[in-house]
């Protein structure tokens, strides 16, 4: 692999990564701490949508984040003939 598609390859995996820590960050930080009160007044199965995002759904979107990046890796090797 020569030089400019080693760089285009690793700017491409820090851009994912990036914007994989942003949404991390929005919906465990954000949505779980700083917009509870406000979200609170949501009812989601039960229970206020804050406690929820809190408890359960920023867990989820963390695991769904997991399965995204792996398949955008895979999408982002193949395009880079990456093998391993």
């Known amino acids: 692999m020569n030089r400019e598609k080693s760089r285009s390859y690793w700017r491409a995996n820090t851009a994912l990564i990036r914007n994989l820590l942003i949404v991390w960050a929005l919906v465990s930080l954000v949505f779980s701490i700083l917009l509870v009160q406000p979200l609170n007044t949501i009812r989601f199965f039960g229970v206020p949508f804050g406690f929820w995002m809190a408890q359960q759904g920023s867990i989820l979107v963390f695991v769904a ?20």
């Open 65 to 84: 984040l997991i399965f995204i990046y792996a398949f955008q890796m895979d999408k982002l090797d193949r395009k880079h003939n990456i093998k391993g």
